[in-house]
């Protein structure tokens, strides 16, 4: 069992930089490849991006690559999506997750979840 808790929400203008943080309980978060997802009102979840276990490979939506950085601390346990150049597309519910396999890209691959936290990209 993986409990996740997400922070680093906020309004943000348009250009502007946050950094989302994830942080996992337990001690297996290193067995685990960690993925953003993010869902808009209306609209289906949408991955953004993921990262493997030992952070050699990491993985981005088309729109967010050059803009986004995903990373984690497997020490921390802890997860995180700096993203930079926000754009009021950006603006959703962004929530990490844990899943057991090699690379995943749909919210179905994953076992985990957390609660969301609030991304709101003003124009």
């Known amino acids: 069992q993986v409990q996740l808790v997400e922070s680093g929400g906020g309004l943000v203008q348009a250009g502007g930089s946050l950094r989302l943080s994830c942080a996992a309980s337990?001690?297996?978060?290193?067995?685990?490849?960690m993925g953003w997802f993010r869902q808009a009102p209306g609209k289906e979840r949408e991955f953004v991006a993921a990262?493997?276990?030992?952070?050699?490979?990491?993985y981005y939506k088309d729109s967010v690559k050059g803009r986004f950085t995903i990373s984690r601390d497997n020490a921390k346990s802890t997860v995180y999506l700096q993203m930079n150049s926000l754009e009021p597309e950006d603006t959703a519910v962004y929530y990490c997750?844990?899943?057991?396999?090699?690379?995943?890209?749909?919210?179905?691959?994953?076992?985990?979840w957390g609660q969301g936290t609030q991304v709101t990209v003003s124009s």
């Open positions: 997750a844990a899943s057991r396999l090699l690379v995943a890209t749909r919210p179905s691959e994953y076992e985990y």
């Open positions: 337990g001690r297996t978060f290193g067995s685990y490849l």
């Open positions: 990262i493997d276990r030992i952070v050699t490979s990491t």
